[in-house]
């Protein structure tokens, strides 16, 4: 398994070279082969993650090492996606390099073999989890584009850098992709906090028990609420809404990660080794 | 075979005196050697070009003519037997028929003979010797003097290779180099940085501050790359403004109406003789509320400047100034001169394979192909055919041989005769071309 897990690793450690090389020496040739190798060791994720969830009989997402390798796996297969549909390949550069650091840090991290739990067993638990991580990797794209946003920005107004001007696309693609992210990211994490609340109504007998994780989740929620809703109202666009990108995705990040290792919560299990 | 550097082409320099005095011939002016009040004055429009080709085709020195007039060149093409006569020709003619003095548009002219004319011609069609370098313009207008050229049967053989020719040497340009990727004007500049803030700029709205003729060289390239075609014009003396926006269809306004203006505009070019800002920050700040942060692209081409640099720091507002601009295009600038080293050496092929079938095109050379190609074809039958026969002798074989020789003679003969000399009037290459075609020879 651990070979498995080793090669797509590569597959992604190639994608990311593969993503810089195209970033650095804009010939297409780069984006295709990242692209392609990125999508095999997708593929060959997919099988992997797959292979665990019938081998062990429940979600794969009960220690550190699955966590990170299935929040890396639903990055990519967002990315993926949204390249697909959006065309817009330059993110490639941030993308596959960030499933390459979960995956690192999950190769890093010790695989803790964890007592089968019942709590894992039930459907709603997995729709509440996969819907929760497309919605994270949502959003992860949302800050890249959000990060591509504010140096295309400073290229154009500090009139210095022709570097990123000549790479990246239009601010106005950027804006209107983030923004995309942003709203399909909403979506789901309103739908698997609410799967979350029911699961919790099933289990615990109570839908919201005041639990740090809880409450950061609707922190986080809150937060792209905002940003969402000033979008619409006041017209926050271009640099207000890449900046509140990037806030709401380290709020994601902390909600995911500093919940588990800094404060206490019912999810600390499978997100603490 | 001279080296394109070699060249006669030096403004002014007598045509060329060698042995080899026809072929062709090119006199022209352009934005280097003339300035714009010149260049003015010269410009013929389709009417003119149509006489003069006839005019000069009467010369019986001048077989086969095309002018070339543009706002930044006049170009005039022949195929003459004389390199001498044809440039009195020419410049005589040019200066009767616009009334310039001949001294001064010999200054301003130059000549190119035989291979510097090719490559002058290559240079021009691949928009190596415009004004700013890799425009596309220039390939369109050179094709539509062509056309009419053809359609006044100006052109023969010789013209309708050389310009097939710099056709293919211009797109072969356009795509294996980077020369037209990269923009070199301010105008250009301004549309690639509006790209990058609009990602489409087809269906923004230009606002144009002033009517200088700056602003509007700016503002037509603009405006061509936006499909609303949706335009103001602000300026001092409002009748300016009405004509300038009536040339493009735009609706002018009055200065004082710019600052309710930029809640609806997207991308203003300025360009005023005012001593003072025309758009200051605190006019644009309350603007982008209403336009919901939608984002304002200022381009400010005036000395001094129209547009307060501080707006700049606004979200979501870009002030690009002449200098800024200028920024830009230096880059590129040097991005194209590596281009245009390779853009070059294609010329330069191109030039040699252009001249090769040239030189071929003289009587002893086809001659020459005609006998080889009979010889080839009569010694393979004769060696077939003396192999069937009885044993030869050696001298059975050499009178064969010496038959052989006086046939490929006879035959050659009266072609040669004919070749040599057509007749009076007539094109001598045509025929050439058409013998070699006949026959094969280029195979």
Known sequence: MATAFFIIVLFYLLSSAGYLIFLFAQKKIFHRLAYTVMMAGFLAHTGFIGYNFFSLDHIPVQNLHQTLSFAAWSFAGVYLFLKYKYRL??????????????????????TVAVVPSTLFKSLWLIIHVVIIFIAEASLAMACGTGILYLIQEHAIKSKSNRFFLKRLPSLELLDQTGYAFIVTGFTLLTIGLITGFVYAQLVWGRFWSWDNKEIWSVITWLIYAALLHERMVAGWRGRRAAIMAIIGFVAVLFTFFGVNFLLEGHHDKFTKW | MTNLQNGNGEPGTPPGVGPNMSGIFLVGVNHKTAPVELREKLAFTDVQTQTAMELLRQSSHISEAMIISTCNRVEVVLVTSDYGLAGNTVLSFISKTKSISPQRLKAAAYIYTGDAAVGHMFRVASSLDSMMIGEPQILGQIKTAYKTAVNHKSTGVILNRLMHKAFSVAKRIRSETGIGGHAVSISYAAVELAKKIFGSIDDKIVLLVGAGEMAE?????????????????????????????????????????????????????????????????????????????????????????????????????????????????????????????????????????????????????????????????????????????????????????????????????????FLKNPGPHRNKSVYLNFTRKLFNIDE
Do not use: C
């Open chain 2, 217 to 417: 060289l700016a503002v037509e390239h603009l405006i061509v790359n936006t499909t609303s075609k949706n335009f103001f014009v602000a300026n001092r003396t409002f009748s300016v403004g009405v004509e300038l926006a009536g040339r493009f269809n735009g609706s002018a306004i009055r200065l004082e109406e710019i600052p309710d203006k930029l809640a609806h505009v997207d991308i203003i070019i300025s360009s005023t003789g005012s001593p003072d800002f025309v758009i200051t920050k605190n006019q644009v700040k309350p603007i982008m509320r209403k336009r919901k942060n939608r984002p304002l692209f200022f381009i400010d081409i005036a000395v001094p400047r129209d547009i307060d640099p501080d707006i700049n720091r606004i979200s979501n507002a870009y002030v690009y100034d002449i200098d800024d601009l200028q920024g830009v295009i230096h880059e590129n600038i040097e991005t194209r001169n590596r281009e245009s080293i390779k853009a070059e050496r294609i010329v330069d092929e191109a030039v040699i394979k252009f001249t090769d079938w040239y030189e071929n095109l003289e009587v002893v050379p086809t001659i020459i192909a005609l006998r080889k190609k009979l010889r080839v074809i009569i010694e393979a039958e004769l060696s077939k055919t003396m192999q069937t026969l009885q044993p030869l002798t050696p001298e059975d074989q050499h009178s064969f041989k010496k038959m052989a020789d006086a046939m490929i003679n006879k035959i050659l003969h009266d072609p040669t005769v």
């Open chain 1, 89 to 110: 390949n330059i993110l490639g550069a941030y993308a596959a390099p960030l499933v390459t650091a979960f995956m690192i840090a999950a190769f890093l991290v010790p």
